[in-house]
């Protein structure tokens, strides 16, 4: 086991290196630059040369990749080029929001997808099965976007049920030690904090959890499927035999769908105008903020991997029968 964990993790080095190189030279090729973004309509060649020199932009493009993993070495990740704060701190500020997010839409895709994908294979052929593929298809192929906006339309502007932007009321005031709002309430002991949180979680949550939703339920499915054909199960046909025996891939599909969290955060976020770590790389892509997106997207890479590692990690747990040590 311990030699597993070991493999794996050293496999973030070049994992980690090919991400860097790509967001790299990516930003590099973008039109425009940080200086003229700063800068707007003050952009003259003399101070758009200024703030180049500034922050190192007109040395080669070898010299400027060197100084960066220079950086990372030191897990130094530079000042964003708008706000002069550490890459660090933003995040740090910003991480908790996307975190909330992106477990309260894990939350909605697991406790719906998986029921919804049982029972679709325990009624095979039935109403529920058609109806959850219905559903499944419906999830899979509606863009995250389109699905916010109906979403903040339906229930924010024409029912006034619930909230559309930001993480809460403007008319609370809680302290924040941790940053995670719904964390902060509870330590606070201001449940009319902690409901407005939840209201806030709502729409963004069903909207990014859709698509995940739709693939947990259609590998629940296949998965129930073929263990229900296994011949143990003609004579442990209950919900814990079965489900437990399909978990395997199960869980890793719950694993994978971190990265699809994650990445739909950006388009949910910005709909919401939701302060977490999606917006603030979108954000940072508008305003050409180098370090921002190299440090971001690093970030939400290191989180993808561990949390695949994990998802190896289960497997032993699920089923002993597995060797990770191989």
Same mark, same amino acid.
């Given at each position: 086991?311990?030699?597993?964990?070991?493999?794996?993790?050293?496999?973030?080095?070049?994992?980690?290196?090919?991400?860097?190189?790509?967001?790299?030279?990516?930003? %590099?090729?973008?039109?425009?630059? &940080?200086?003229?973004? #700063?800068? /707007?309509?003050?952009?003259?060649?003399?101070?758009?040369?200024?703030?180049?020199?500034?922050?190192?932009?007109?040395?080669?493009?070898?010299?400027?990749?060197?100084?960066?993993? =220079?950086?990372?070495?030191?897990?130094?990740?530079?000042?964003?080029?708008?706000?002069?704060?550490?890459?660090?701190?933003? @995040?740090?500020?910003? @991480?908790?929001?996307?975190?909330?997010?992106?477990?309260?839409?894990?939350?909605?895709?697991?406790?719906?997808?998986?029921?919804?994908?049982?029972?679709?294979?325990?009624?095979?052929?039935?109403?529920?099965?058609?109806?959850?593929?219905?559903?499944?298809?419906?999830?899979?192929?509606?863009?995250?976007?389109?699905?916010?906006?109906?979403?903040?339309?339906?229930?924010?502007?024409?029912?006034?049920?619930?909230?559309?932007?930001?993480?809460?009321?403007?008319?609370?005031?809680?302290?924040?030690?941790?940053? @995670?709002?719904?964390?902060?309430?509870?330590?606070?002991?201001?449940?009319?904090?902690?409901?407005?949180?939840?209201?806030?979680?709502?729409?963004?949550?069903?909207?990014?959890?859709?698509?995940?939703?739709?693939?947990?339920?259609?590998?629940?499915?296949?998965?129930?499927?073929?263990?229900?054909?296994?011949?143990?199960?003609?004579?442990?046909?209950?919900?814990?035999?079965?489900?437990?025996?399909?978990? #395997?891939?199960?869980?890793?599909?719950?694993?994978?769908?971190?990265?699809?969290?994650?990445? /739909?955060?950006?388009?949910?976020?910005?709909? @919401?105008?939701? &302060?977490?770590?999606?917006?603030? #790389?979108?954000?940072?892509?508008?305003? %050409?903020?180098?370090?921002?997106?190299?440090?971001?997207?690093?970030?939400?890479?290191?989180?993808?991997?561990?949390?695949?590692? #994990?998802?190896?990690?289960?497997?032993?747990?699920?089923?002993?029968?597995?060797?990770?040590? =191989?």
């Amino acid at each position: 086991m311990l030699r597993f964990v070991v493999r794996r993790l050293l496999l973030l080095i070049p994992i980690l290196i090919g991400v860097s190189i790509l967001v790299f030279f990516w930003i %590099r090729a973008l039109p425009g630059g &940080p200086a003229a973004a #700063l800068l /707007g309509e003050r952009a003259t060649p003399e101070a758009v040369a200024a703030i180049e020199h500034q922050y190192g932009l007109d040395q080669p493009i070898y010299v400027q990749y060197g100084k960066y993993v =220079k950086q990372l070495a030191t897990l130094q990740f530079g000042n964003s080029s708008v706000s002069r704060q550490p890459v660090t701190t933003e @995040f740090r500020q910003r @991480f908790p929001a996307t975190i909330e997010l992106a477990f309260a839409a894990g939350l909605f895709a697991v406790v719906f997808g998986i029921p919804l994908g049982f029972f679709a294979a325990k009624r095979y052929q039935g109403v529920v099965d058609h109806t959850s593929l219905v559903v499944s298809l419906i999830g899979i192929s509606t863009p995250i976007f389109f699905l916010a906006l109906i979403l903040k339309y339906v229930f924010s502007v024409r029912l006034g049920w619930l909230p559309s932007v930001g993480r809460m009321s403007v008319l609370i005031d809680v302290p924040h030690p941790t940053n @995670f709002y719904l964390l902060d309430a509870i330590l606070a002991r201001n449940w009319t904090a902690f409901v407005d949180v939840s209201k806030h979680l709502i729409l963004p949550a069903i909207a990014l959890g859709s698509i995940p939703l739709a693939i947990i339920a259609r590998i629940t499915r296949a998965s129930v499927l073929d263990v229900q054909n296994e011949d143990y199960v003609r004579r442990a046909v209950d919900f814990h035999h079965v489900l437990r025996n399909a978990m #395997l891939p199960i869980s890793t599909i719950i694993g994978l769908q971190v990265g699809l969290l994650l990445s /739909g955060a950006v388009l949910t976020e910005t709909v @919401f105008a939701f &302060p977490g770590i999606g917006s603030w #790389l979108v954000d940072a892509i508008k305003a %050409r903020n180098y370090p921002v997106i190299q440090g971001g997207v690093l970030f939400v890479a290191i989180i993808v991997v561990f949390v695949n590692l #994990l998802v190896d990690l289960s497997y032993g747990v699920l089923n002993p029968r597995i060797r990770l040590s =191989k």
